[in-house]
């Protein structure tokens, strides 16, 4: 491959990490054409951007961005890089994917969410963390638990109240 074009191969691997917020470097390294099929499915479905890239050039895009050196060790061998802007969809998919595959893959090599590092035995934890709009759909609902209350303490009051008016008005 010529220098210019690793040098607009990772200029374009930049550009399209640097749309993304959270990003996981998996191994998808031997599966056939039909599960690859599947996977990169799977992957549209949840809006995830799924690539299989080299590592140096990786690398090379992610010294760009930033101090990205504790992915250094994950860089080895063959390497999917799956870009999501919800941070635990791409652990959900690997755990799920990974589960009905007999190979087991793919896997999780490491992560990169809430700009926070994760190591490929932490694939648990990253399932476990909530998305922006699962936090903000929580917060709501507990700030409409006390309304809630209110309300339907204050209609079965009505209610209540208006059987004793009857009661009394039938003696």
Known sequence: MKKEDKVALIEQL??????YSHFYVADAADLNAEQTSNLRREC???DIKLMVVKNTLLKKALQSK??????????????????????NAPAKL???FASKNPLKK???KAAYVEESFYGADQL?????????????GDVIA????????VISALQSGGNTLHGVLKTLSEK
């Open 142 to 149: 507990l700030l409409q638990s006390p309304a809630k209350n």
């Open 106 to 108: 793919p896997v999780l």
């Open 14 to 19: 930049s550009n399209v990490l640097g749309e």
């Open 124 to 136: 648990e934890a990253l399932v476990s963390i909530k998305s922006k709009n699962e936090l903000i």
């Open 44 to 46: 549209f479905k949840n």
């Open 66 to 87: 930033g101090d990205f050196s504790q992915l250094d060790s994950a860089l080895e061998g063959p390497t999917a890089i799956m870009l999501t802007n919800t941070g």
């Open 94 to 96: 690997i755990k799920s």
